[in-house]
């Protein structure tokens, strides 16, 4: 059974800083592309990073520069360190697990690509 668990969400003033972790169990996350999504209030799910099964990332153009997504193999975690915060990065946010046989550089914007999901971890930006 494949588990995703999120933690690191919380409260910041604009221009800070938050630390988001995915603890995954049931897979590798070394072995599939892991993404981070995100939902504001009254929009639709919207893509926010990926990891590829390379180590290669790739970022929406709104976080570009200010957030990056990394992997810890030994901790099975995949992270997202957000810096710059701003009011419009308010969401909560998930983590998935795309969990389809890719080509190792494969990776995907497309939550409906994306086999699993945590529970998300509300992050609240204060102007």
């Known amino acids: 059974q494949v588990q995703l668990v999120e933690s690191g969400g919380g409260l910041v003033q604009a221009g800070g800083s938050l630390r988001l972790s995915c603890a995954a169990s049931?897979?590798?996350?070394?072995?599939?592309?892991m993404g981070w999504f995100r939902q504001a209030p009254g929009k639709e799910r919207e893509f926010v990073a990926v990891?590829?099964?390379?180590?290669?990332?790739y970022y929406a153009d709104s976080v570009k520069g200010r957030f990056t997504i990394s992997r810890d193999n030994a901790k099975n975690t995949v992270s997202l360190q957000m810096n710059s915060l701003k009011p419009e990065d308010t969401a909560i946010y998930y983590c998935?697990?795309?969990?389809?046989?890719?080509?190792?550089?494969?990776?995907?914007?497309?939550?409906?690509?994306?086999?699993?999901w945590g529970q998300g971890t509300q992050v609240t930006v204060s102007s």
């Open positions: 998935a697990l795309d969990s389809s046989p890719r080509y190792y550089n494969y990776y995907s914007t497309a939550a409906n690509e994306y086999s699993y």
């Open positions: 049931g897979r590798t996350v070394s072995n599939f592309a």
């Open positions: 990891i590829n099964r390379s180590g290669g990332t």
